[in-house]
């Protein structure tokens, strides 16, 4: 996680280094430099697949779902299925319960397409111990 919080640090500096190089007249170590700090944040948008759903119906679909910034929710692999008591919708959101704690689920992680599943499903990871919601996709009772 460390290395991952270092290349978000780093990106933003390299693309402005990048920029200076530039307008310096370096346009070479420029484009490489941009290229770089581009290549090093595009192993983040990877969904990782390990298999087990090769042959679903519904791979394809869940490799399209995204959450409110376009960010992939990755496999059927990775997200988790949520029984009806482990989500609701309050008036002012959603959240569901992970390990006995209810989280609030941020709105920007909402997955806008349809659900083909029909039952909710949560995308999560872990960042110092504490879980995250990357997507969450409601149940089709909603």
């Not at 990048?18 to 948008?45: D, P």
């Not at 394809?60 to 779902?65: A, I, K, Y």
């Not at 299925?81 to 704690?101: A, C, K, T």
């Not at 209810?102 to 806008?112: L, T």
């Amino acid at each position: 996680m460390f290395q991952a919080f270092v290349l978000v640090a780093c990106t933003p500096a390299l693309l402005l280094l990048a920029l200076v190089l530039w307008y310096g007249r370096c346009r070479t170590a420029a484009l490489i430099l941009a290229i770089a700090a581009f290549a090093g944040t595009m192993s983040w948008a990877e969904a990782r697949d390990d298999g087990r759903y090769a042959q679903s119906p519904n791979r394809e679909w869940f490799r399209s779902l995204t959450n409110q910034y376009g960010i992939m929710c990755c496999e059927g692999a990775d997200g988790m299925s949520l029984d009806d008591p482990d989500w609701e919708f309050s008036g002012d959101g959603y959240r569901v319960r992970i390990e006995g704690n209810w989280m609030p689920v941020p709105a920007q992680a909402i997955v806008r397409q349809q659900n083909k599943m029909n039952h909710a499903m949560v995308w999560l990871w872990q960042d110092d111990g504490q879980w995250r919601i990357g997507c969450f996709m409601p149940g089709t009772g909603t």
